[in-house]
């Protein structure tokens, strides 16, 4: 049974940042793509950033050159470093994992970035 767990979300000033982790597991083959959905109250789910064993990850354009996207294969784990944070960035992130898209989400984790 595939799992995928978040952890890092929290309560962050704006300007601030935080590190979003998140582990795939249970699959027999890897995870080729891995990234990070968002959603807001009374807003449409939203992709953050998505990354390929083999190609550059894919910004939103509201995220570029505040948010980075990595990964460590070996452990199928995929990063989510946000920074420069802002109070349009609370949402709740999901995680997802799959072969050829995000086909197994987490649970989510609530990031809120307040004053």
């Known amino acids: 049974q595939v799992q995928v767990a978040e952890s890092g979300g929290g309560l962050v000033q704006p300007g601030g940042s935080l590190r979003l982790s998140c582990a795939a597991s249970?699959?027999?083959?890897?995870?080729?793509?891995m990234g990070w959905y968002r959603q807001a109250p009374g807003k449409q789910r939203e992709l953050v950033a998505a990354?390929?064993?083999?190609?550059?990850?894919n910004y939103a354009d509201s995220v570029k050159d505040r948010f980075t996207i990595s990964r460590d294969n070996a452990k199928n784990t995929v990063y989510l470093q946000m920074n420069s944070l802002k109070p349009d960035d609370t949402a709740v992130y999901y995680c997802?994992?799959?072969?050829?898209?995000?086909?197994?989400w987490g649970q989510g984790t609530q990031v809120t970035v307040s004053s």
């Open positions: 990354i390929t064993r083999d190609n550059p990850p």
């Open positions: 249970g699959s027999i083959f890897s995870f080729n793509v």
């Open positions: 997802g994992a799959g072969k050829w898209d995000l086909d197994y």
